[in-house]
């Protein structure tokens, strides 16, 4: 007999013992003795009500002592199965958050060059078609900044793909620690870098991507026991949505974005140009000190 049960029944045999006029007893029913007369076995469970004076028992008496059980029974068992569905969604809802936990670091991981750390090209071209939209939904501005290092291909010959790998990574870190926490930085593929501004546009804040330039210039590493300075070119191009000239996709923005990155490398390296919408033309701006 189950706790749930036997409590049950101890408070229903005094109103019963009332409605039938004998005073009852739960007992088991494997171990009661009585006749069949004077008691009254429960299949489910396995109990016996018993008159305890010993009074027969009719049957109108014995289907009213059945269906009480039977509901007590019921009952238990309804209560059995809530707990079971209680804990299995308790289970599953652990299994969906440790699987939404997996899928976002999976999702995550997937999204990340693996040398680097940066957002790999694919995950910031999905970026920058989701920017643009928002840019043209509510008017705000955005830029993305191409930037190449320079001699990159020297480097690597003359001090070997490792140090190639040391100065990418190096390159990745500084865009990282010049980015705010929701701008996009990515490495878009081989020595080439980018970083997706939101709600920017850089031509009117040049200094962003000129301080970021400098910072790499100032960076010496030290290659097979020399120290070498690293450079890059950079190319900017923003997208006001009030302009009437709009960039409706990643790679007219992308295609802007290289275009005054490849003006830059022509122009000597080691500078920051703009696109000009206005002209349709990239327009250098002198850094400082240069």
Known sequence: MSRETDAAALRVLSPLSALIRKTLRVVDGEQTDRADEFSVHLAAPNLSIVSVEGGAFNSAEREVVQAVFEVIHASEENAVRVEELRKQMQRLEREHCDLTIKNRILSEVSARDSLTGLYNRWYVVDKIEAEI???????????????????????????????????????????????????????????????????INLESAPNVPERIRQRLEMTELELSGSQVGVTASIGIASVDARADDQVLNPAALIDRADRALYSAKNRGRNRVEFWDATLSLPRFIEPPGH
């Open 133 to 199: 939209n928002r840019s043209l939904r509510h008017g705000s501005p955005m830029s993305l900044m191409m930037l190449d290092i320079d001699h990159f291909k020297r480097i690597n010959d003359t001090y070997g793909h490792p140090a190639g790998d040391l100065v990418l990574q190096t390159v990745g870190k500084l865009l990282k620690d010049c980015c705010r926490v929701y701008d996009v930085p990515g490495r878009y593929g081989g020595e080439e870098f980018c970083i997706l501004f939101p709600q």
